[in-house]
Each structure stands twice: as C-alpha cells, then as structure tokens.
C-alpha cells in the first residue's frame, strides 16, 4: 500500500498570506494525485487532480505542482473561506489519502 | 445538479448488519464508477469500496473485505452497500462519491454526498 504523508499537520496562517501544504508518497504515484478541502461538518470538495489541474469552479487561488513523490498545494492569498482540512489522495495503485492538514487562523 | 443523497445510517451492535442506499441525480449514472469512503468521528478519510459500471466489478479495501457487498441498481440511479459482520471501528460516517473519471477503474471524486452515520456499539 502506498502511504501518503502530510505535513505540516497544523498551518496557521492570517488571511491574505499564502498558505503551502506538502504531501509524501512511500513510492512514485506518477501524477495520479488530488486534492481535497473539508469544512467542519460538510463533505470534502474535489480541488485538484491530476496533481496540477484545477477542479471545475475552483478559484485560480488554488494551484496544485508536483509529480512522483513530492507533492504541493499553494493557495496564493487565503481567504475566510480557505480555513479548513486539506487532504491528498493517490490514485496510482489502490486509493490512499494522506492524513490531512488543517488551515487555521493565525 | 449532480446530487447525491445517502440514507440508512444507524446505531447497530457488533456482530449487527446495515444496508445503506446513495440515490443519484444530475448525471448519467449507469456509466460512472461509484464509491463509498468513510470517515472515523475525528479521523481522515478512507476509502472503502468501488463498483464499476454495469455493476458486475467491485473492490474492497482490506479492512472490509469479506464482510461488505456493494451493489447497484442503475434503473433507480441507487448505490447499496451492504455491511454485515459489524465491529466498532467501522464506525464512522460514509460518503458515497462519484468516480470523477469514468466508468472503469479507481481515480479521484468529484462529488460527495453529505454522508450517513453508522455508528457501531452495545
């Protein structure tokens, strides 16, 4: 099974900075990778797949880069929106997500 | 719209059997591959199950393995999952999730239900 790392777990950080959330494959996932936001309560929402292509009506804020094992979620300018959990997923063998990272308020 | 609404979440003792049902709207179900991810109260997610199109293909994650069936019924647009042999950690709530690629194989969701609540305890 291919782990997925997430770091860090916690990321405080004031609205209008940018925000830089890293993921870690135990092994190479190619470019097979998404990412997804949960808001207490709600269902996660689709960002990015394809490590770098953006999910249909998500804000140009958001932009996903990586391939292989290193991978990374910049979100250019937080907004109020933005504070929530942020979790990867693989999809190159099986399916794993990694085990997140919250946004919070600085 | 694409909708998908999930029922049939409860309170069941180990040892105890639950049928959830996802129904779906706004797409074109009979040709997308359809999911089931869970989440433990506090917790990640966890993927746990995917039917393909057509309905005869399904895989299972390891920890359901042998005591969960999924199945289709594409003239209701409705997704079952069928959870027998309960244990406590398989409380959690459980989503069912839209294959945001296609009919065949395993890849990223699109769209999320807003989940049921299965809750497994004495």
């Known amino acids: 099974e291919i782990a997925m790392t997430q770091s860090p777990a916690t990321l405080s950080v004031s609205p209008g900075e940018r925000a830089t959330l890293s993921c870690r494959a135990s092994?190479?996932?190619?470019?097979?990778l998404a990412w997804y936001q949960q808001k207490p309560g709600q269902a996660p929402r689709l960002l990015i797949y394809?490590?770098?292509t953006r999910a249909t009506g998500i804000p140009a804020r958001f932009s996903g880069s990586g391939s292989g094992t290193e991978f990374t979620l910049t979100i250019s300018s937080l907004q109020s929106e933005d504070f929530a959990v942020y979790y990867c997923?693989?999809?190159?063998?099986?399916?794993?997500f990694g085990g997140g990272t919250k946004v919070e308020l600085k | 719209e694409v909708q998908l609404l999930e029922s049939g979440g409860a309170l069941v003792q180990p040892g105890g059997s639950l049928r959830l049902s996802c129904a779906a709207s706004?797409?074109?179900?009979?040709?997308?591959?359809m999911n089931w991810v869970r989440q433990a109260p506090g917790k990640g997610l966890e993927w746990v199950s995917v039917?393909?199109?057509?309905?005869?293909?399904?895989f299972f994650a390891d920890s359901v393995q042998g005591r969960f069936t999924l199945s289709r019924d594409d003239s209701k647009n409705t997704l079952y999952l069928q959870m027998n042999s309960l244990r406590a950690e398989d409380t959690a709530i459980y989503y069912c999730?839209?294959?945001?690629?296609?009919?065949?194989?395993?890849?990223?969701?699109?769209?999320w239900g807003q989940g049921t609540l299965v809750t497994v305890s004495s």
């Open positions: 999730a839209k294959d945001g690629y296609g009919g065949n194989g395993l890849y990223y969701f699109d769209y």
């Open positions: 706004g797409f074109t179900f009979s040709t997308s591959a």
């Open positions: 039917i393909y199109s057509g309905g005869r293909t399904t």
């Open positions: 092994q190479s996932v190619s470019s097979n």
């Open positions: 394809g490590a770098s």
């Open positions: 997923q693989q999809y190159y063998n099986w399916l794993t």
